[in-house]
């Protein structure tokens, strides 16, 4: 249902409907028919207030806004799996500069002046490349749903983590 207006009456909380068209699907032909409206009552649940966080851009929400949005969607039976992700992610992104330290360590830190400063160089920019490329994607399949929200958000980190890991205990 689409209008020009739409005026919310908190005495019978409705919703008056001017200049619209709704549309209905033919049950036979299955095809879309708009049916054109000067002025029409809906009756739903939702209040102005409830569409004051949807002009927000989600990415601009608060934690706590986001995690209310996120629960309001499930209760109207709105897929929610790319909110959720981007509420863990939210948090598993804090975490990587500090991977990224532990993982360039080992590079910086050297016995011996060899002069590998180039390679050093290098490999840690491929690391940063691909570490970003893994983050990215699997934030991809976690908001196609493909991968579970969280394992998606966390799954880079665990494994750069781990990488960071065996190349400290390597170095010690």
């Known amino acids: 249902m689409q ?15 001017a200049q619209g068209k709704s549309t209905k699907f033919d049950p036979e032909t299955g095809f ?4 054109p ?3 029409r009552t809906l009756k739903i649940k939702e209040v102005p ?10 990415d601009r929400l608060r934690i706590k806004e986001l995690i209310r949005f996120i629960d309001r969607n499930e209760k109207s039976g709105v897929d929610s799996k790319a909110f959720i992700v981007k509420l863990h992610s939210r948090f598993s992104l804090s975490f ?5 330290c532990f993982l360039a360590l080992p590079f910086s830190v050297s016995r011996t002046r060899e002069g590998r ?5 290098t490999i840690a920019l ?13 934030l991809s399949l976690g908001q196609n749903g493909t991968v579970p929200p969280a394992l998606a958000a966390w799954l880079p980190s665990m494994v750069f983590g781990a990488l960071a890991a065996v190349l400290l205990k390597r170095m010690a």
Do not use: H
């Open 96 to 100: 990587i500069p500090l991977i990224m």
């Open 3 to 17: 209008a020009e207006t739409a005026l919310y009456n908190s005495t019978t909380q409705e919703w008056d409907l």
């Open 49 to 58: 207030k409830d569409f004051k966080v949807i002009e927000k851009e989600v």
């Open 32 to 35: 879309p028919v708009v049916i």
């Open 126 to 138: 491929v690391i940063t490349f691909f570490y970003w490329l893994s983050y990215s994607i699997c």
């Open 117 to 121: 400063l180039g390679r050093d160089l």
């Open 37 to 39: 409206f000067k002025n």
